[in-house]
């Protein structure tokens, strides 16, 4: 494909350094390249039939993500780590939880809050539907060194914050 030729120069697989092969500029190019085929795959992801019906998005793997590998967790925390307003959470889970997807119940410690997790009976479609992209993201990341996975996190998320600045 033309755009992976575009992609490997850039990596410096198959230029050399003079011709600027993993120059920022180089590197740039490429991931404009690169990014909305990632995203566009990502969208494509399918839903499992379980929850076809639901009109789930991708929107929100992230809130189910966090609910999988964290365990249930309160409406402020999750408003926290999506990084929306406690508000905008509360709507989502609302929406969700009258789907049947989350269910939310007393904190025992605090009956004020209310814990969030996801309903038993959907929890095995909601995992088949994040395990394609952990499955992906272990394959892309399991060559690299720890710290070449945190830098690679790291820079994931200084892009988002310059997209996000633009906004702004």
Known sequence: ???????????????GAQDGAGSVDAVTRA???LMPRIVGRAKRMPVPEALRSLALAPRHLSLFSYLLLDGPLT????????GVAPTTASLMIGELSRKGILERREDERDRRRRIVGIAPAHEPAVRAW???GA???RAALGPLDAEQRLLFVRTLRAYEEAVGGAED
């Open 31 to 33: 991931l404009l390249l």
């Open 130 to 132: 994040l395990a394609p």
């Open 75 to 82: 409406v402020g925390e999750l408003a926290e780590r999506l």
């Open 135 to 137: 499955a992906a993201w």
């Open 1 to 15: 494909m033309p755009g992976r030729e575009a992609e490997k120069d850039a990596a410096g697989n198959g230029a």
